[in-house]
Each structure stands twice: as C-alpha cells, then as structure tokens.
C-alpha cells in the first residue's frame, strides 16, 4: 500500500472515530479536547489540524454540528451528532468517506 493510501485509510478511521467518541458521549455535545484525548486513549493519536479537518468534513457531510457559546469572556465551541451521524454509527447508513467501528450495544 503507497504511503498515500495508508493516510487515507487512515483518516477514514478517524473520521469514524470521532463520530463513535460523539455517540457514546455522555453529555449531548463534546468539546475538540475530549474528542482528541478519546482518540488518543484509543490509541489513535490525532494532530490538532488533520482532526479539525475531519470535523469539517463531517459537518459538511450532515453527520454532526458545531455550536460555539461565550460565557464570562469564554468561548467554547462543541460538536454533536446530528440523526444522520447516529443513523452511519449504528450502521443504518453507510459513507465511503467514514470507517466507523463496529458498534455494538
């Protein structure tokens, strides 16, 4: 396999990933650091810049939002499955474009 192809393989498991890390959250959305320390415990190491292109490619895709609050001169931007990111979780439907594990449960 061209190392090109590895990548790809490879970042259609993240993508995956992070659409299992958002459906098995237990809050309705998660932040960029928890969606990064999921895939890092899971032995997935994700650079900062290749997971936020996933997570644009995913919004763009309809599998999740992105919301952005202020509070008390914060801001905090989270991510949440939208029904058709849960619908390719639990494999109603399918993308070429996203590995996502095998869910059970």
Known sequence: MAPNEIW???ALVERGMVL??????????????TIR???????????MTMLKRHLVHLEQR???TEHT????????TT??????GRDLVVGANTDPGVNV???EG
């Open 101 to 103: 594990p095998a869910f």
């Open 62 to 64: 309809g599998y999740l």
């Open 8 to 10: 790809q393989q490879r």
């Open 37 to 47: 320390g999921c895939l890092d415990m899971v032995g997935l190491p994700t650079q």
């Open 79 to 84: 991510y949440a499955l939208t029904p058709d």
């Open 69 to 76: 609050g202020h509070a008390m001169g914060v801001s905090l």
């Open 20 to 33: 299992a890390v958002l459906y098995n959250a237990p809050l309705a959305a998660v932040d960029l650091a």
